[in-house]
């Protein structure tokens, strides 16, 4: 069974910039449409980014279009999100996980979540 891991999180200013990693085992990814989503205290889980198997189509919240670029590394089994202008309501745990079913857009779609990483933007 796939497992994955995301790392990269951590405390920043407003304005600075974050690469998170996804590294998956236990089978490839290579096979599935990936996405990032995140959840802030409160808060229900929300979709931020998402990308096809061959990363040909990527797909973006409207509240990060512009600042974040997923990608993926296929022959490293990772997927990746580069955050830039980092806001103070970008804090969050963020999750990667497999697209099973459904849209991109919506969280009941994904599984086989990661633990999460935190990600705290100071204003």
């Known amino acids: 069974q796939v497992q994955l891991v995301e790392s990269g999180g951590g405390l920043v200013q407003a304005g600075d910039s974050l690469r998170l990693s996804c590294a998956a085992s236990?089978?490839?990814?290579?096979?599935?449409?990936m996405g990032w989503l995140r959840q802030a205290p409160g808060k229900d889980r929300e979709f931020v980014a998402g990308?096809?198997?061959?990363?040909?189509?990527?797909y973006y919240a409207e509240s990060v279009k512009g600042r974040f670029t997923i990608s993926r590394d296929n022959a490293k089994n990772t997927v990746y999100l580069q955050m830039n202008s980092l806001k103070p309501e970008d804090t969050a745990v963020y999750y990667c996980?497999?697209?099973?079913?459904?849209?991109?857009?919506?969280?009941?779609?994904?599984?086989?979540w990661g633990p999460g990483t935190q990600v705290t933007v100071s204003s």
């Open positions: 236990g089978g490839s990814i290579s096979s599935y449409g």
């Open positions: 996980a497999i697209l099973i079913g459904g849209s991109y857009f919506t969280p009941s779609g994904y599984a086989y």
């Open positions: 990308i096809s198997r061959y990363g040909l189509n990527r």
